[in-house]
């Protein structure tokens, strides 16, 4: 029980820590002194502390769907184990139930901006839902090859086994970390695929749904951007944790600076994609993880042999 | 026992006809509920004992043959029972507005044909023989074609209608040639006989004319044609009942057949081709109903990507059972199952829900519609709960199904057989799994969220409360099985155990603790996000919660017409994957150099390209021929008398030379 509430301890550090070292990251590429190293929980607790203004168009759908979105998220949050520590929730199979989480999460602030009637937020409903739609297969293959691997269908498991790993196999965990890292840039709505920092609606696609809320609402759903953000930062961290053998004192700082560094490096080294470009790119992405599965069952069938 | 059963068909139908023209429905309700008690009954017993015999009688054509009740059975009796009667409570207030305009028989026929579609799906899983079934099956063919006809007038419902009525009789074709092939093996088409016949003959030919009629039925790819036509052309009642249990005859029938065969290799590769064509079927229903700008064909296609789902599930089962690994059997199979029955429950709802919003608006066009949960509060609520379950999100019922499918396909990967087919199905589900998110926020979102984007739909009503009584049945089974799957999903495990031959007791003691953490979960989830609306409203009540339009981005002469319509929506999807679907368009779009652009009309149609197959040189040359033959057809009687001569000749003549 200890390990269950310092792994959801740990988490939950993760998870508010990785905003700030984005914002740090970019402010010290651009030469700036930058934010307080908390200020996005400053910023949220402001937020909560507000009222709301709510457009006459929207109904009860509209209101509830940032607590949807929280409480999924949440839900999805509580099933990563840091390295072999036992996660809340486990059981056989929570790598399905993960992945449509996530989804009714996606659903429910697609479903909101679509309850806006505004033509921004449709925009950004309609590509949030091919994005997604693009990205499941990638999140599925890359859990498969995690269970194909270890063996076993839960999170839990999986990392709890994934140490004693062949050596050979060690190469593919590393790649499987690197794409779900890839995976967070296009769930957590960061460049290349999205730019939460843009100025024009017409190019946004996660920031612009959400145009419409304010106080509590949106301190929902940036709460729940930085859960989302932590479950799959921690799940490439465990991944390369158990590739090279690190335990979880170890593991919980690894995703932190791992995924704050890459996000803040990429945000302010180049770009966003073209819209019409993120297609290929989350494609890319699906390809390059059915290719590590290939890899990896490849090099298991060898092993079996000799 | 025959006079006795036609006597009681007589009565019912008498009953039907005689009956004033407004209490013709519960008549039919009557005799519709009388048959789903039978059922129910009889599906409870069989899923206590295993097998019900109901009867053993002889025929003339196929040799003896049995009215039997099983568990695989049972399951499909429970879902057709609960179908029929919402269907029937529906139809009530959906004919309605037609009592005026139709004559009183063909109301009583429709009604009739409800009645008769119900148990002939009936019969048709309690069939133990040829003849029985495929008489059965053809009962539910031509009842479900009168029922679609029901507004004839209309001339895309008599082409949807003759489409069909042509395609299943192909169909039929197929099973009539695979019954005969048995009877001519063994002497007999009961089911122990196909049996027989698989273990001494080669399986695949007589399989494959099996899954090819029964494909028909079920809208498998590139079979599916029928569906998009026939579902908007049919009202709306009509159309639940047939999406949503009338094609899982032919999920029924390739169940029941698979499951006679004893070879593990013909089992593998039956289980490949059924995985592949899922795989097929799956992708191409799903991408198509996300192009659609029709709600009835939007859903049609749904129900073609679900089967495609099912036969997923099947053949993981199948590919499991004959690589001998028992829990990858067991999960596939009940998770196909597990579907069928969800499929049956969230798509009656979304096609009840289709038809409240054209009983008001009169156009199931999805673009121009918007706002409508503001006007219809209930229908919207009801939809939401079969969109969000036809989505597969938890906690509802079809994230339970596709859960079970998952852990068949992941147990699968682990188990280093047959890696690359389970990855395969892995890749596509999950595909399948997105784009269905895309094509169904685009169905409720742009119907039921919003603004009106005509004033006829912020004019509309909500509909009579027998109606949303009728919807409610599927809706509280829906989260049943979603929330506590521990106990609903039990019998559906032992029927998967049944046709696999599988252990139900350790297959349990490993899937039930699972569902019941899901279980559990589910009801948490439901608790936290009611809590933190809760807190939120709380935290609301003291502070300042104002009322300002839709920010507009600086834009201030929004209006409703430039909200993201649902060609809009799909847009990047339709870029993604023109090459599936033809588009027809009618009127222009607005040119690029046009600075006051002047109204336009645009309308827009993604054609499934498949449908060309059916519209190719071979049916031009058919129809030239039937043309050329048409021209013996005189009127003349004189004609036709000589005609009959001239056979007469040809018949004596052939008979004098020996050559019949």
Known sequence: MLARILNTLLMLAVAVS??????????????????????????????????????????????????????????????????????????????????????????????????????????????????????????????ATLAMLSGYTSLADIFSTARSLDVNLTIVVLLAAYVFLKIMFVEAGRVPVDDPRTHLELTMIHEVMCLDYSGIDLAMIQIAGWLKTAVFAMIAADAVAAAVCFDWLLAAPLAVVVAGLSVGITESMRARNKLSRNSTYILTVTAMSALIFLVGYLLLQNIEIV | MYPYLLLVAATAVAAIFATPVRRKVWTALAVVGAAAVAAVAVAVRALTVGEVVLA??????????????????????????????????????????????????????????????????????????????????????ISSFILILFEAERTEVRRAALNYLVMMH???????????????????TTFAALAGYFSTHDALPVTALFVLGFGMKAGMFPMHVWLPEAHPAAPSHVSAVMSGVMIKTGVYGIMRVVAQISSMPTLSTVGIAILVIGIATGLWGVIMAAFQNDIKRLLAYSSIENIGVIFIGMGIGYIGLASGSELIAMCGMSGALLHTVNHSLFKTLLFFGAGNVYSKMHSTALDSMGGLSKSMPVTAILMFVATAAICALPPLNGFISELLIYMGM???????????????????????????????????????????????????????????????????LILSIGLLPQYTVRPVIEAAAWITGGDYASTAAHLLPTLSTVSIIGFTLLAVIGALYWLKRRAQSRRTVSSSPTWGCGFTAVNERMQYTGESFAE?????????????????????????????????????????????????????????????????????????????????????????
């Open chain 2, 410 to 476: 992941l147990d699968g990967v682990g188990e280093g057989r047959g890696t690359l087919y389970f990855l395969t199905a892995l890749v596509a589900l999950s595909l399948i799994g997105g784009v269905v998110v895309l094509a169904f926020t685009k169905l409720y979102g742009i119907v039921f969220l919003g603004s009106p984007r005509t004033t006829h739909v912020a004019e509309a009503t909500e509909v009579d409360s027998l109606r949303l009584a009728a919807m409610a049945i599927p809706a509280a």
């Open chain 2, 572 to 660: 990047g999807l339709e870029n993604l994957a023109a090459s599936l679907s033809h588009d027809t368009v009618d009127g222009r779009t607005i040119d690029k150099s046009e600075i006051f652009p002047t109204q336009h009309r645009y309308d827009v149609r993604h054609k499934d390209k498949i449908d060309r197959l059916f519209a190719a040189w071979w049916v031009e040359l058919m129809h030239r021929i039937n043309m050329g033959v048409m021209r013996l057809r005189s009127g003349k009687i004189n004609h036709y008398v000589m005609y009959a001569l001239l056979l007469l000749i040809a018949v004596l003549v052939l008979t004098l030379l020996n050559l019949i």
């Open chain 1, 18 to 143: 990785i905003t700030g070292v984005i914002n740090r990251t970019r402010a010290v590429l651009a030469g700036r002194k930058g934010l307080r190293f908390f200020q996005h929980l400053f910023d949220a607790k402001v937020l909560l502390g507000k009222g709301a203004v709510y457009s006459p168009t929207t109904g009860i759908l509209f209101r509830l769907a940032p607590c949807v979105c929280l409480a999924s998220s949440l839900a999805a949050f509580l099933f990563i184990p840091v390295a072999d520590l036992d996660p809340l929730l486990s059981f056989d199979g929570d790598v399905v139930m993960v992945a449509y989480l996530l989804a009714l999460s996606r659903v429910s602030l697609i479903l909101a901006a679509l309850d806006t009637g505004s033509s921004f937020e449709g925009m950004g409903a309609s590509r949030e839902a091919l994005y997604g739609a693009l990205i499941e297969p990638a999140i599925m293959l890359s859990m």
């Open chain 2, 170 to 188: 192909i169909g039929f074709m197929f099973l009539v040639a695979a019954f005969a092939t048995v009877y001519a093996a063994e002497g007999g």
């Open chain 2, 56 to 141: 053993r009688f002889s025929t003339q054509f196929f040799g003896d043959e049995i009215i039997v009740v099983d568990r695989l059975s049972a399951i499909f009796l429970l879902i057709m029972a609960v179908a029929s009667v919402a269907t029937l409570i529906y139809s009530k207030g959906y004919v309605e507005h037609y009592l005026k305009r139709m004559s009183t028989a063909h109301l009583s026929l429709h009604y009739v044909s409800l009645v008769l579609l119900a148990v002939s799906m009936m019969t048709v899983v309690v069939a133990g023989g040829g003849f029985s079934f495929l008489l059965s099956w053809e009962l539910m063919t």
